[in-house]
């Protein structure tokens, strides 16, 4: 079942929404949950807007299922009910779930098509990762699949299917064949966007639904801007 856009109110995009689950398509710079930054989380957003549309007396449950990095946008399902984020994290840790982003590089990658297979090792002091070839202490195995989907002017869109979901994956991934996300300075762009985002973007979640068993496609709209209005 395809979903589509079901409500723009409070300046949430909410994809799909029932009494389990609500998926929101995120903005650059929403944080999904709260952190030392103090600022309003997207789950505050949202538990607000669920209190508002129903009339709900009292504090509103909802679970994160997952998180985006903050200066990425697209799918983000948070849960409503505890069944709901019980089988959710299960997908998600399982690998039950279909994760497919975009993303715009200059560099274009050597192969129109290939997978990449590489370890993750996480620095928590920079909050970065770095993907090495071979398998170095603490580290741990991450694979994507990549397609050229366009080309544009200056640059190339990705399409990515993840086979894991290591922090940073696929920013450092990319980084690591010479092809770092539009943007991502932190990975090795040469400067950033103007809105302080990166070009990537989670543009298709496809999951058994938690409750009711019903295949769930998702796809989010991708943000606003010249480059992405272009793909």
Not at 58 to 71: K, N, Q, T, Y
Not at 160 to 166: A, F, M, P, S, V
Request: hydrophobic share 35%.
């Amino acid at each position: 079942m395809k979903m589509k856009i079901v409500s723009n109110k409070n300046n949430l995009q909410i994809l799909h929404e029932d009494n389990h689950l609500i998926v929101v398509n995120k903005r650059v710079g929403d944080i999904v949950q709260g952190d030392k930054t103090g600022d309003k989380p997207l789950s505050d957003v949202v538990k607000e807007y669920i209190k508002d549309k129903y009339n709900k007396p009292g504090e509103v449950f909802l679970g994160v299922v997952h998180r985006l990095d903050r200066p990425t946008t697209g799918i983000v399902v948070f849960a409503r009910t505890s069944k709901a984020l019980t089988r959710m994290n299960e997908l998600f840790s399982n690998r039950e779930t279909q994760k497919t982003y975009w993303c715009i590089v200059k560099n274009k990658p050597a192969n129109s098509e290939d997978k990449l297979v590489h370890y993750i090792k996480r620095n928590e002091k920079n909050n970065t990762s770095k993907a090495h070839l071979k398998e170095v202490p603490d580290s741990k195995l991450a694979s994507l699949d990549y397609k050229i989907i366009q080309q544009l002017n200056n640059y190339f869109a990705l399409e990515i299917n993840l086979h894991t979901g290591r922090h940073h994956q696929i920013r450092a991934q990319l980084s690591a064949i010479g092809s770092p996300i539009k943007g991502d300075l932190k990975y090795g762009f040469d400067r950033s966007n103007p809105d302080g985002g990166i070009h990537l973007h989670a543009r298709k979640l496809v999951f058994v639904h938690p409750v009711t068993k019903e295949n769930i496609e998702i796809i989010a709209p991708t943000p606003d801007d010249v480059i992405w209005n272009a793909v």
